[in-house]
């Protein structure tokens, strides 16, 4: 399931992004580091034209608890904002407490974004969230 959740988040993403200019990649490999040593896959990417970093998203088939989804996480979206010089970065949830969290990165000027997806709501609801989701991404690019 949590494939087809992740499938589902990127393909219905890039089609809200549709006319925002610029290009959506998914599950392309980056490398955090200089040597090309540790490699990452984010779930979705979104570039200028000039191949410059845009927007990047995770998609999480997890379920939010009252204390908040697991700081690995976070950790995993910090190391994708470091890699491509984004100043934020999104986790995209099955379901959640809250619509949306913004955590503020001490000394690193990045903010990362949780989303809640609430998957048990009719098709055009949820079709809705994630061109809301887009929205955010796209209102964030300088």
């Not at 697991?70 to 994708?80: K, N």
């Not at 994630?130 to 991404?137: E, F, G, V």
Request: glycine share 10%; net charge neutral.
């Amino acid at each position: 399931m949590p494939s087809v959740f992740e499938d589902f988040v990127t393909v219905t993403l890039r089609q809200a992004l549709v006319g925002s200019g610029g290009r959506c990649s998914v599950r392309d490999t980056m490398y955090l580091d200089d040597r090309n040593a540790i490699r990452m896959r984010p779930d979705f990417g979104w570039y200028s034209d000039g191949g410059t970093p845009l927007a990047v998203a995770d998609a999480k088939y997890k379920v939010g608890s009252r204390m908040g989804y697991p700081d690995a996480d976070l950790y995993q979206m910090l190391a994708y904002c470091t890699a491509l010089g984004l100043t934020e970065g999104h986790l995209l949830y099955a379901k959640g407490h809250a619509p949306h969290t913004a955590h503020r990165i001490k000394r690193a000027g990045i903010t990362l974004h949780q989303h809640a997806l609430e998957l048990d709501q009719p098709p055009a609801g949820l079709l809705a969230d994630i061109q809301t989701l887009a929205h955010h991404l796209t209102s964030a690019v300088p």
